[in-house]
Protein backbone atom coordinates (compact mmCIF):
# COMPACT_ATOMS: atom_id res chain seq x y z
CA UNK A 1 0.00 0.00 0.00
CA UNK A 2 1.59 3.38 -1.40
CA UNK A 3 1.33 5.95 1.87
CA UNK A 4 -2.24 8.08 1.49
CA UNK A 5 -3.39 11.13 3.21
CA UNK A 6 -6.15 12.96 3.08
CA UNK A 7 -7.92 16.49 4.54
CA UNK A 8 -10.54 16.49 7.07
CA UNK A 9 -12.79 19.68 7.40
CA UNK A 10 -14.06 19.74 10.91
CA UNK A 11 -16.47 21.97 9.23
CA UNK A 12 -19.08 19.50 6.99
CA UNK A 13 -19.00 21.90 3.97
CA UNK A 14 -15.26 23.19 4.30
CA UNK A 15 -17.26 26.85 3.95
CA UNK A 16 -15.81 29.50 6.00
CA UNK A 17 -16.87 33.14 7.02
CA UNK A 18 -13.55 35.27 6.62
CA UNK A 19 -11.81 35.75 10.19
CA UNK A 20 -12.83 32.37 11.20
CA UNK A 21 -10.68 29.60 11.92
CA UNK A 22 -10.00 26.69 9.39
CA UNK A 23 -9.92 23.63 11.49
CA UNK A 24 -9.26 19.86 10.77
CA UNK A 25 -7.40 16.98 10.53
CA UNK A 26 -4.87 15.03 7.92
CA UNK A 27 -4.29 11.33 7.69
CA UNK A 28 -1.81 9.91 6.75
CA UNK A 29 -1.47 5.90 6.06
CA UNK A 30 1.48 4.16 5.71
CA UNK A 31 1.74 0.51 5.12
CA UNK A 32 5.45 0.05 6.96
CA UNK A 33 7.25 2.10 8.85
CA UNK A 34 8.72 5.51 7.08
CA UNK A 35 11.37 7.52 7.94
CA UNK A 36 10.62 11.12 7.24
CA UNK A 37 12.00 14.98 7.96
CA UNK A 38 8.69 16.47 8.82
CA UNK A 39 4.72 17.04 7.54
CA UNK A 40 4.23 20.43 6.72
CA UNK A 41 0.76 21.91 5.36
CA UNK A 42 0.29 25.42 3.58
CA UNK A 43 -2.95 27.63 3.78
CA UNK A 44 -2.90 30.21 0.71
CA UNK A 45 -5.43 32.29 -0.70
CA UNK A 46 -5.09 33.61 -4.35
CA UNK A 47 -6.37 34.91 -7.33
CA UNK A 48 -5.80 33.98 -10.83
CA UNK A 49 -6.43 35.64 -13.90
CA UNK A 50 -5.68 34.14 -17.79
CA UNK A 51 -6.75 33.91 -21.17
CA UNK A 52 -5.29 34.06 -24.26
CA UNK A 53 -6.32 35.78 -27.73
CA UNK A 54 -5.61 34.83 -31.65
CA UNK A 55 -4.47 37.10 -34.40
CA UNK A 56 -3.80 36.31 -38.09
CA UNK A 57 -0.03 37.72 -39.11
CA UNK A 58 1.67 37.65 -42.35
CA UNK A 59 5.77 36.87 -41.81
CA UNK A 60 8.75 38.24 -43.72
CA UNK A 61 7.96 35.89 -46.60
CA UNK A 62 4.09 37.12 -47.31
CA UNK A 63 2.63 34.12 -45.37
CA UNK A 64 -0.54 33.63 -42.73
CA UNK A 65 0.35 32.61 -39.32
CA UNK A 66 -1.58 32.61 -36.07
CA UNK A 67 -0.16 34.49 -33.05
CA UNK A 68 -0.98 33.68 -29.67
CA UNK A 69 -0.79 35.94 -26.48
CA UNK A 70 -1.83 35.08 -22.98
CA UNK A 71 -3.08 37.68 -20.86
CA UNK A 72 -2.59 36.98 -16.97
CA UNK A 73 -2.61 38.13 -13.56
CA UNK A 74 -2.34 36.81 -9.95
CA UNK A 75 -2.95 38.72 -6.65
CA UNK A 76 -1.83 36.47 -3.03
CA UNK A 77 -4.03 36.89 -0.14
CA UNK A 78 -2.27 35.30 2.56
CA UNK A 79 0.05 32.47 2.71
CA UNK A 80 1.00 30.73 5.87
CA UNK A 81 3.15 27.58 6.45
CA UNK A 82 3.20 25.22 9.27
CA UNK A 83 5.04 22.24 10.77
CA UNK A 84 2.88 19.24 12.09
CA UNK A 85 5.22 16.96 12.89
CA UNK A 86 9.42 17.21 12.52
CA UNK A 87 10.89 20.15 11.63
CA UNK A 88 13.68 20.92 8.38
CA UNK A 89 16.80 19.51 10.03
CA UNK A 90 16.46 15.73 11.38
CA UNK A 91 14.54 12.53 10.95
CA UNK A 92 11.46 10.79 12.39
CA UNK A 93 10.05 7.61 12.35
CA UNK A 94 6.29 7.08 11.70
CA UNK A 95 5.08 3.57 12.07
CA UNK A 96 2.74 1.92 9.86
CA UNK A 97 -1.03 2.39 10.23
CA UNK A 98 -2.92 5.70 9.71
CA UNK A 99 -2.02 8.65 12.16
CA UNK A 100 -4.34 11.73 12.20
CA UNK A 101 -2.44 15.96 12.42
CA UNK A 102 -4.89 18.19 13.74
CA UNK A 103 -4.81 22.10 11.94
CA UNK A 104 -5.86 25.20 12.37
CA UNK A 105 -5.62 28.85 10.21
CA UNK A 106 -7.13 31.69 10.64
CA UNK A 107 -8.59 33.56 7.37
CA UNK A 108 -7.58 37.21 7.17
CA UNK A 109 -10.50 39.43 7.15
CA UNK A 110 -9.96 41.36 4.02
CA UNK A 111 -9.92 38.04 2.11
CA UNK A 112 -12.31 37.65 -1.05
CA UNK A 113 -14.76 35.47 -1.64
CA UNK A 114 -14.24 32.72 -3.28
CA UNK A 115 -14.90 32.94 -7.06
CA UNK A 116 -14.51 30.03 -9.86
CA UNK A 117 -15.11 31.28 -13.29
CA UNK A 118 -14.31 30.98 -17.20
CA UNK A 119 -10.96 33.38 -17.26
CA UNK A 120 -9.72 32.76 -13.69
CA UNK A 121 -10.37 32.48 -9.92
CA UNK A 122 -10.31 33.54 -6.66
CA UNK A 123 -9.36 30.22 -4.42
CA UNK A 124 -8.53 28.96 -0.95
CA UNK A 125 -6.52 25.69 -0.94
CA UNK A 126 -4.47 23.72 1.79
CA UNK A 127 -1.85 21.44 0.58
CA UNK A 128 -0.15 19.01 3.38
CA UNK A 129 3.88 17.91 2.02
CA UNK A 130 5.21 14.66 3.61
CA UNK A 131 8.99 15.37 3.18
CA UNK A 132 10.45 11.96 3.06
CA UNK A 133 14.25 11.12 3.81
CA UNK A 134 16.79 11.54 1.07
CA UNK A 135 16.55 10.08 -2.75
CA UNK A 136 12.81 9.41 -1.62
CA UNK A 137 10.08 11.26 -3.08
CA UNK A 138 7.56 13.70 -1.28
CA UNK A 139 4.09 12.71 -0.73
CA UNK A 140 1.91 15.80 -1.15
CA UNK A 141 -2.49 15.98 -0.60
CA UNK A 142 -4.60 19.02 -1.40
CA UNK A 143 -7.79 20.23 -1.00
CA UNK A 144 -10.01 23.14 -1.54
CA UNK A 145 -11.94 25.34 0.69
CA UNK A 146 -14.55 28.25 0.16
CA UNK A 147 -14.65 31.74 1.79
CA UNK A 148 -17.41 33.38 2.22
CA UNK A 149 -17.08 37.53 2.62
CA UNK A 150 -20.10 38.73 4.78
CA UNK A 151 -22.17 41.61 3.24
CA UNK A 152 -25.22 42.48 5.23
CA UNK A 153 -27.92 44.03 3.10
CA UNK A 154 -29.00 46.02 5.91
CA UNK A 155 -26.34 47.93 6.35
CA UNK A 156 -26.71 49.39 2.37
CA UNK A 157 -29.10 51.64 2.81
CA UNK A 158 -29.26 52.47 -1.18
CA UNK A 159 -30.13 48.61 -1.72
CA UNK A 160 -33.59 49.42 0.73
CA UNK A 161 -34.71 52.18 -1.61
CA UNK A 162 -37.58 50.73 -4.42
CA UNK A 163 -35.96 51.31 -7.91
CA UNK A 164 -37.87 52.79 -10.97
CA UNK A 165 -36.22 52.69 -14.36
CA UNK A 166 -37.88 54.00 -17.75
CA UNK A 167 -36.36 54.35 -21.06
CA UNK A 168 -38.18 55.29 -24.11
CA UNK A 169 -37.57 55.26 -28.29
CA UNK A 170 -39.22 56.10 -31.19
CA UNK A 171 -38.98 54.09 -34.49
CA UNK A 172 -38.28 55.88 -38.20
CA UNK A 173 -38.69 54.47 -41.12
CA UNK A 174 -38.12 56.30 -43.95
CA UNK A 175 -39.23 59.75 -43.51
CA UNK A 176 -42.18 59.01 -40.68
CA UNK A 177 -41.71 58.75 -37.09
CA UNK A 178 -43.35 56.50 -34.65
CA UNK A 179 -45.12 57.94 -31.32
CA UNK A 180 -43.01 56.42 -28.07
CA UNK A 181 -42.42 53.17 -26.84
CA UNK A 182 -41.43 53.35 -23.15
CA UNK A 183 -40.46 50.15 -20.89
CA UNK A 184 -40.78 50.74 -17.22
CA UNK A 185 -39.26 48.82 -14.57
CA UNK A 186 -40.13 48.71 -11.03
CA UNK A 187 -38.26 46.72 -7.85
CA UNK A 188 -39.39 46.92 -4.33
CA UNK A 189 -35.44 47.29 -3.21
CA UNK A 190 -31.89 46.00 -4.95
CA UNK A 191 -30.69 43.75 -2.71
CA UNK A 192 -31.45 40.02 -2.37
CA UNK A 193 -29.17 37.22 -1.25
CA UNK A 194 -29.27 33.47 -3.01
CA UNK A 195 -32.84 31.28 -2.34
CA UNK A 196 -35.05 34.90 -2.56
CA UNK A 197 -37.08 35.76 -5.23
CA UNK A 198 -36.65 39.15 -6.93
CA UNK A 199 -40.21 40.33 -8.00
CA UNK A 200 -40.52 43.32 -10.72
CA UNK A 201 -43.29 44.79 -12.45
CA UNK A 202 -42.87 45.89 -15.98
CA UNK A 203 -45.21 47.90 -17.76
CA UNK A 204 -45.41 48.61 -21.87
CA UNK A 205 -46.46 51.44 -23.19
CA UNK A 206 -46.49 51.06 -27.07
CA UNK A 207 -47.50 54.61 -28.88
CA UNK A 208 -45.39 53.07 -32.18
CA UNK A 209 -46.71 51.11 -35.40
CA UNK A 210 -44.28 48.00 -33.91
CA UNK A 211 -45.51 45.11 -32.43
CA UNK A 212 -43.90 43.86 -29.05
CA UNK A 213 -43.22 40.11 -28.51
CA UNK A 214 -41.86 38.85 -26.41
CA UNK A 215 -40.50 40.39 -23.43
CA UNK A 216 -37.25 39.19 -21.97
CA UNK A 217 -36.18 39.05 -18.55
CA UNK A 218 -32.64 37.84 -17.67
CA UNK A 219 -30.63 38.00 -14.58
CA UNK A 220 -27.15 37.35 -15.37
CA UNK A 221 -23.17 38.14 -13.73
CA UNK A 222 -21.34 40.02 -15.55
CA UNK A 223 -17.36 39.70 -15.05
CA UNK A 224 -14.78 41.92 -15.66
CA UNK A 225 -10.95 39.97 -15.86
CA UNK A 226 -8.01 42.42 -15.09
CA UNK A 227 -4.78 41.12 -16.39
CA UNK A 228 -1.55 43.19 -16.32
CA UNK A 229 0.75 41.10 -18.52
CA UNK A 230 2.29 41.69 -21.05
CA UNK A 231 -0.09 44.55 -21.10
CA UNK A 232 -2.87 45.42 -18.92
CA UNK A 233 -5.92 44.46 -20.89
CA UNK A 234 -9.32 43.67 -19.16
CA UNK A 235 -11.93 40.74 -21.15
CA UNK A 236 -15.92 41.14 -20.35
CA UNK A 237 -17.98 38.10 -19.82
CA UNK A 238 -21.81 37.63 -19.27
CA UNK A 239 -23.29 34.75 -17.96
CA UNK A 240 -27.33 34.15 -17.59
CA UNK A 241 -28.25 32.77 -13.89
CA UNK A 242 -31.80 32.76 -14.73
CA UNK A 243 -34.17 34.06 -17.58
CA UNK A 244 -38.04 34.38 -18.19
CA UNK A 245 -39.95 34.78 -21.16
CA UNK A 246 -43.39 37.28 -21.19
CA UNK A 247 -45.15 35.51 -23.96
CA UNK A 248 -47.61 38.25 -24.31
CA UNK A 249 -47.82 40.68 -27.37
CA UNK A 250 -47.84 44.62 -26.80
CA UNK A 251 -50.03 45.60 -29.81
CA UNK A 252 -49.37 49.42 -31.53
CA UNK A 253 -50.89 51.90 -29.49
CA UNK A 254 -51.61 49.67 -26.88
CA UNK A 255 -50.64 49.43 -23.36
CA UNK A 256 -49.85 46.34 -20.94
CA UNK A 257 -48.52 45.51 -17.46
CA UNK A 258 -46.53 42.18 -16.07
CA UNK A 259 -46.06 40.58 -12.82
CA UNK A 260 -42.96 38.67 -12.87
CA UNK A 261 -40.29 37.21 -10.84
CA UNK A 262 -36.91 35.32 -10.53
CA UNK A 263 -35.26 33.12 -7.69
CA UNK A 264 -31.53 33.81 -7.39
CA UNK A 265 -29.38 30.73 -7.24
CA UNK A 266 -26.40 29.84 -5.50
CA UNK A 267 -23.86 32.51 -6.44
CA UNK A 268 -21.27 34.59 -4.38
CA UNK A 269 -21.98 38.32 -3.07
CA UNK A 270 -21.05 41.22 -4.70
CA UNK A 271 -18.24 41.95 -2.54
CA UNK A 272 -14.93 41.15 -4.38
CA UNK A 273 -14.09 44.37 -3.41
CA UNK A 274 -10.35 43.29 -1.87
CA UNK A 275 -9.93 41.47 -5.43
CA UNK A 276 -8.04 44.04 -7.68
CA UNK A 277 -7.95 41.70 -10.50
CA UNK A 278 -11.81 40.04 -11.14
CA UNK A 279 -14.88 42.85 -10.67
CA UNK A 280 -18.45 40.85 -10.19
CA UNK A 281 -21.75 42.81 -11.07
CA UNK A 282 -25.23 41.66 -11.29
CA UNK A 283 -27.95 42.32 -14.08
CA UNK A 284 -31.67 42.04 -14.30
CA UNK A 285 -32.07 42.73 -18.22
CA UNK A 286 -35.43 43.73 -19.22
CA UNK A 287 -35.81 43.53 -22.94
CA UNK A 288 -38.71 44.01 -25.38
CA UNK A 289 -38.16 42.66 -28.39
CA UNK A 290 -39.57 44.60 -31.26
CA UNK A 291 -40.85 43.35 -34.78
CA UNK A 292 -39.31 43.75 -37.90
CA UNK A 293 -35.38 45.02 -37.93
CA UNK A 294 -36.06 47.25 -35.48
CA UNK A 295 -33.80 47.66 -32.46
CA UNK A 296 -35.00 46.45 -29.14
CA UNK A 297 -36.09 48.60 -26.15
CA UNK A 298 -34.06 47.27 -23.06
CA UNK A 299 -33.65 48.53 -18.82
CA UNK A 300 -30.69 47.39 -17.84
CA UNK A 301 -30.89 47.45 -13.57
CA UNK A 302 -28.42 46.29 -11.14
CA UNK A 303 -29.11 44.30 -8.73
CA UNK A 304 -26.54 43.70 -5.13
CA UNK A 305 -26.23 40.17 -3.92
CA UNK A 306 -25.80 39.65 -0.09
CA UNK A 307 -25.26 37.00 2.18
CA UNK A 308 -27.36 38.50 5.07
CA UNK A 309 -31.12 39.23 3.53
CA UNK A 310 -33.26 42.54 4.32
CA UNK A 311 -35.19 42.31 7.37
CA UNK A 312 -37.45 45.32 6.93
CA UNK A 313 -39.19 46.27 4.05
CA UNK A 314 -41.74 44.80 1.75
CA UNK A 315 -38.83 42.13 0.73
CA UNK A 316 -37.89 41.18 4.17
CA UNK A 317 -37.15 37.30 4.99
CA UNK A 318 -39.68 35.49 5.84
CA UNK A 319 -38.60 31.46 6.70
CA UNK A 320 -40.05 28.70 4.55
CA UNK A 321 -39.10 25.31 5.20
CA UNK A 322 -35.69 23.73 5.00
CA UNK A 323 -34.87 21.92 2.07
CA UNK A 324 -32.10 19.01 2.67
CA UNK A 325 -31.02 17.26 -0.40
CA UNK A 326 -29.72 13.34 0.45
CA UNK A 327 -26.18 12.96 1.18
CA UNK A 328 -26.27 16.52 2.25
CA UNK A 329 -25.56 17.69 5.59
CA UNK A 330 -28.55 19.61 7.24
CA UNK A 331 -28.89 23.16 6.60
CA UNK A 332 -29.41 23.32 10.75
CA UNK A 333 -25.56 23.06 11.97
CA UNK A 334 -27.17 22.18 15.12
CA UNK A 335 -27.94 18.98 13.69
CA UNK A 336 -24.64 18.01 12.41
CA UNK A 337 -21.96 15.35 14.33
CA UNK A 338 -19.70 18.76 13.43
CA UNK A 339 -21.57 22.30 13.83
CA UNK A 340 -20.30 24.89 11.82
CA UNK A 341 -17.98 27.63 13.80
CA UNK A 342 -19.07 31.01 14.38
CA UNK A 343 -16.91 33.55 12.71
CA UNK A 344 -14.12 35.23 14.51
CA UNK A 345 -15.02 39.36 15.67
CA UNK A 346 -15.86 41.86 12.90
CA UNK A 347 -16.52 45.20 13.01
CA UNK A 348 -20.07 45.99 13.74
CA UNK A 349 -21.20 46.77 10.56
CA UNK A 350 -19.78 43.74 9.25
CA UNK A 351 -22.05 40.25 9.50
CA UNK A 352 -20.83 37.31 11.09
CA UNK A 353 -21.77 33.20 10.73
CA UNK A 354 -24.28 31.61 12.00
CA UNK A 355 -24.34 30.24 15.48
CA UNK A 356 -23.26 26.07 15.94
CA UNK A 357 -26.51 25.41 17.74
CA UNK A 358 -29.57 27.09 18.44
CA UNK A 359 -29.73 29.24 14.75
CA UNK A 360 -29.26 33.04 14.48
CA UNK A 361 -26.52 34.73 13.51
CA UNK A 362 -23.86 35.58 16.30
CA UNK A 363 -20.96 38.35 17.40
CA UNK A 364 -18.40 35.48 19.08
CA UNK A 365 -16.44 36.26 21.71
CA UNK A 366 -12.79 37.95 21.61
CA UNK A 367 -10.31 36.48 19.79
CA UNK A 368 -7.04 34.79 20.91
CA UNK A 369 -4.19 37.18 20.45
CA UNK A 370 -1.35 35.89 17.76
CA UNK A 371 1.20 32.86 18.32
CA UNK A 372 -1.89 31.91 21.39
CA UNK A 373 -2.83 27.62 20.92
CA UNK A 374 -5.79 27.36 18.41
CA UNK A 375 -8.55 25.30 19.41
CA UNK A 376 -8.35 21.68 18.06
CA UNK A 377 -12.27 21.66 17.13
CA UNK A 378 -14.68 24.33 17.03
CA UNK A 379 -16.74 25.57 20.05
CA UNK A 380 -20.34 24.56 19.91
CA UNK A 381 -21.29 27.07 22.50
CA UNK A 382 -21.92 30.87 21.87
CA UNK A 383 -21.13 33.28 24.68
CA UNK A 384 -23.04 36.25 23.24
CA UNK A 385 -26.46 37.07 22.49
CA UNK A 386 -27.15 36.46 18.87
CA UNK A 387 -27.12 39.84 16.48
CA UNK A 388 -30.14 38.18 14.48
CA UNK A 389 -32.24 35.66 16.68
CA UNK A 390 -34.76 35.53 14.67
CA UNK A 391 -33.17 34.00 11.51
CA UNK A 392 -32.42 30.51 10.96
CA UNK A 393 -28.95 29.86 9.61
CA UNK A 394 -28.68 29.24 5.55
CA UNK A 395 -28.03 26.18 3.74
CA UNK A 396 -24.60 26.18 1.90
CA UNK A 397 -24.77 24.77 -1.71
CA UNK A 398 -23.05 24.63 -4.62
CA UNK A 399 -22.51 27.52 -7.48
CA UNK A 400 -24.65 26.37 -10.03
CA UNK A 401 -21.65 26.93 -12.42
CA UNK A 402 -19.29 23.86 -12.18
CA UNK A 403 -15.87 24.66 -11.10
CA UNK A 404 -12.29 24.13 -12.02
CA UNK A 405 -9.58 22.16 -11.83
CA UNK A 406 -7.34 23.11 -8.40
CA UNK A 407 -3.98 22.18 -10.14
CA UNK A 408 -1.48 24.52 -10.27
CA UNK A 409 2.02 24.91 -11.10
CA UNK A 410 3.42 23.67 -7.86
CA UNK A 411 1.49 20.19 -7.97
CA UNK A 412 2.65 17.31 -9.67
CA UNK A 413 0.79 14.07 -10.90
CA UNK A 414 1.31 12.62 -7.35
CA UNK A 415 -0.36 15.08 -5.42
CA UNK A 416 -3.14 13.67 -4.12
CA UNK A 417 -6.74 14.80 -3.89
CA UNK A 418 -6.56 16.67 -6.84
CA UNK A 419 -10.03 17.11 -8.53
CA UNK A 420 -12.61 19.96 -9.86
CA UNK A 421 -13.64 22.36 -7.42
CA UNK A 422 -17.33 24.10 -7.09
CA UNK A 423 -17.47 26.59 -3.89
CA UNK A 424 -20.40 26.78 -1.82
CA UNK A 425 -21.98 29.95 -0.94
CA UNK A 426 -24.96 30.33 1.61
CA UNK A 427 -28.75 30.22 0.46
CA UNK A 428 -31.75 30.98 2.18
CA UNK A 429 -35.46 29.20 2.45
CA UNK A 430 -37.53 32.28 2.16
CA UNK A 431 -41.48 31.42 2.80
CA UNK A 432 -43.93 32.84 0.71
CA UNK A 433 -43.51 36.22 -1.16
CA UNK A 434 -44.72 39.21 0.46
CA UNK A 435 -43.53 41.32 3.64
CA UNK A 436 -43.57 40.29 6.95
CA UNK A 437 -46.03 40.58 9.69
CA UNK A 438 -45.84 43.91 11.69
CA UNK A 439 -43.64 44.70 9.20
Known sequence: MPIEMQFHFDNPYATFYTGQTVTGRITVSVDKPKTIRAITVVFKGEAEVKWSESETKQDSQGKDYTDYTDYKANETYY??????????????????????YPFSCQIPLSAPSSFEGEH???????????????????????????????????????????????????????????????????????????????????????????????INCVLRKEVK??????????????????????????????????????????????????????????????????????????????????????????????????VVQPGQPSPNPAANSTPIPSPTPAPASVPTGPLPAGGGWNLPPPAAPPGAPQPAAPSAAPSAPPLYPQLPPPSYEESIFKGNNIKDASDNEHTMGIQDFTPRYPVWSFGPLGPQQGQ
Open 79 to 100: ENQFYLVGSANGELEIPAGEHS
Open 225 to 322: WHAQTPIQKTKISKTTLADIAVDDEVNPHDSKSFSKDIVVPAVPPSNLSNCGIIDLEYILKIEAVAGGCHRNLSARIPIVMGTIPLLTGPTAYKPGAA
Open 120 to 214: GHIRYTAKAVLDRSAWKFNSECKAAFTVVAPLDLNTLPQVKEPIEFENSKSFCCFWCKSGPLTLTVRLPVSGYVPGQTIPFQIEIENGSNIRIHP
